[in-house]
Nanobody
Framework: QVHLVESGGGSVQAGGSLRLSCAAS?????MGWFRQAPGKERERVAR????????YYADSVKGRFTISQDNAKDTLYLQMNNLSPEDTAMYYC????????????????WGQGTQVTVSS
């Protein structure tokens, strides 16, 4: 089993920054951040393999968000800069034991989410 606990969400004005953290336990092959806004489908934001071999970013966050991990602390991060109201959503940390690590169905373990609200 993998246990995930997110933290770091909150309210910020447009142009501001937040850093999300995800404390993890258990084996992980890859981890990712997803987000879901009201009335919208869950969207993959960023992904990283736990060996650090590669990262992925959605086009909508490229250049603004950075996914990273501290394996010694078993913690995943998402640094979010230059936030806009369109980034408002519930953000979820997810982990997978293997596979393609692409869509949400590839991730078998999920945190409970942390809310990010960006005001204009």
């Amino acid at each position: 089993q993998v246990h995930l606990v997110e933290s770091g969400g909150g309210s910020v004005q447009a142009g501001g920054s937040l850093r999300l953290s995800c404390a993890a336990s258990g084996y992980r092959y890859c981890m990712g951040w997803f987000r879901q806004a009201p009335g919208k489908e869950r969207e993959r934001v960023a992904r990283i393999y736990t060996d650090g071999s590669s990262t992925y970013y959605a086009d909508s966050v490229k250049g603004r968000f950075t996914i990273s991990q501290d394996n010694a602390k078993d913690t995943l991060y998402l640094q979010m800069n230059n936030l806009s109201p369109e980034d408002t959503a519930m953000y979820y940390c997810a982990a997978s034991w293997g596979g393609s690590c692409r869509g949400s169905t590839d991730f078998g373990f999920w945190g409970q989410g942390t809310q990010v609200t960006v005001s204009s």
